[in-house]
């Protein structure tokens, strides 16, 4: 039996700055973006794409961290473990992620790789294309893990983008046996399909060890096999206690002991930049599970949260969450 | 006699990016910021304030930069001289004010000091109030000049917030002759009442060598002693030959050749961060005059320009002021 725990959820990721640009898709195009995908970019192409994009803003970002940015917004105590260095785009993030409330103290990475980046393209259909270079988050490994933090979280959160490395892949089940064994729940999520398709064996053996799963159509299918979405649904369900499945406008399907609960997109009246979607859906439905709330309840929270971040450019809310969550009775 | 110059702006400031984020009136009280004006900052008060504000983005400033992105997307050619570090948020500002098509090649600083930055914090009635570490920038000199730029461009515009320092006041003086003996003209902001207040003596010593000056209210009261509006802009129309001072919400005043102009401020829907208001103001009017404009004209450009950027969070034009403006006919 574990002890009350201290914090809600604690998040492992990437680390990253973005930077973010709106251009149209004739320069997706010109510039070989793949477009609504994460690829992975090496110094020479992260140089020549930044020389070719238009003027953009920098935020904080990073998958797991918008979602620990999120669940701080809705109240919850959470911390944070990623890798970013000792140089400004690493102060720009411990500032902004420590500002919202989570706890960061991840020791910064001091022999040269600079903090990762994403440089993400914003298209007029509020689609976002991002480049990822991985820079020091990707050094993140096991003797990153604090394990008293893991065992003080009720929930720890993996991010799948960090599966791209193997020493990234050996600290995921780290944390998951240290999770377990102090009586806590693991979630992870897929992230992205094609870092699904790069990893496949491994993803599938994961989620073996994890509670709660998130994945969008995309990755689930991929995952699955299944390209029809409640066949890929029931195939996760099998593999997994919890299983959340995005469906862009049409909501999402939170799909847990025997049971289907569809939750419907709340509105939102103009959709600019999609960047931080996923993300804060996980945050929302992430808070109500460790609020005590049920299924349903939790993923209308993630509605809500995903609805404010698409509703303006960058990845984390801008607004109080907490402040536009509905009394618990009418959740 | 001058030959045909090949720029239309050349812009001397300070190579800031700016740090913004949102806060209410009660965070300015306690962390002692002065509202509405630019507090210059050292590195210990930098650390404490940006430890105390909320998240941020990160976006390319400096006034006279602002200006010159504004020209640039009006269509105007233009070309900046300004310090950066060669650190990350040197790379972000050269980054951004050449993807807008602005000449930038100032050889960055390599001793040392880091970018300049300036926190802003926006209040909800839209006021920015600035908090500047100079940094790097300050270290512009009379060696960071290019005669040939200078003798290049129509107007050289210089910014007053790098008054600060006695390298660069002595650096103004000699860019101002450089451009009177090359046949151009010299434009300069005051920039801020304080900066104005702190250098009193040398602006107006410097306002005798200017061709073009811009002002706010408050900066043509500070320089010439007038509290009255109407009495200012007279006071500083007997120094200089242009004088354009803006008065808010109410528009904008230039006189010249004994005539007095009344410009009204274009319409905004939601006036959401008063942050660059000025700089693309004179964005209008520089650009307008260089294209041949008469100065009602240009100071409508003007208008429409600030309109744009005090619509929207952040220093410089998110959309192309070329396409905003009406048929020449109609200005």
Redesign the interface.
């Given at each position: 039996m574990s002890s009350a725990a201290k914090l809600d959820v604690l998040g492992v990721g990437n680390a990253i700055v973005d930077?973010l640009a709106?251009t149209d898709d004739a320069f997706l195009a010109a510039n070989g973006v793949t477009k609504g995908a994460m690829t992975l970019i090496d110094t020479p192409r992260a140089q020549a794409l930044?020389?070719a994009?238009?003027?953009?803003?920098?935020?904080?970002g990073g998958s797991a961290a918008n979602t620990m940015?999120g669940i701080a917004s809705l109240g919850g105590k959470c911390a944070y473990i990623g890798k970013v260095s000792s140089?400004?785009?690493g102060e720009?993030f411990a500032?902004?992620?420590r500002?919202?409330g989570v706890d960061f103290h991840s020791r910064p990475f001091t022999q040269g790789e600079?903090?990762a980046r994403c440089l993400i393209l914003v298209t007029p259909d509020a689609q976002r294309s991002m480049n990822t270079y991985l820079g020091a988050s990707s050094y993140l490994d096991e003797s990153d893990l604090d394990p008293a933090l893991i065992a003080s979280a009720q929930i720890t959160y993996l991010e799948g983008y960090l599966f791209d490395r193997p020493d990234a892949k050996a600290a995921f089940f780290a944390a998951a046996k240290i999770a377990h064994e102090a009586g806590r729940k693991v979630a992870l999520t897929l992230s992205d399909a094609f870092c699904v398709s790069r990893h496949h064996a491994e993803f599938t053996q994961l989620v073996g060890h994890v509670d709660i799963l998130f994945a969008n159509e995309t990755e689930a299918a991929e995952l699955t096999g299944e390209k029809d979405f409640d066949a890929a649904v029931k195939a996760l369900a099998a593999k997994c206690p919890t299983v959340c499945v995005t469906h862009g406008p049409k909501g999402s399907v939170i799909a847990a002991n025997g049971q289907i609960h569809r939750i419907a997109a709340a509105p939102v009246a103009k959709v600019v930049d999609t960047t931080g979607a996923g993300d804060l859906y996980a945050a929302g439905v992430l808070y109500g599970i460790t609020a005590g709330l049920d299924l349903p309840a939790a993923g209308r929270i993630g509605s809500i949260a995903a609805a404010e971040v698409i509703s303006h450019l960058?990845p984390?809310p801008?607004k109080s969450l907490k402040a536009m969550l509905p009394r618990a009775s009418e959740l």
């Open positions: 930077v709106e930044y020389a994009m238009p003027p953009g803003i920098e935020a904080s940015a140089d400004q785009l720009v500032h902004d992620i500002a919202i600079p903090t960058g984390r801008q």
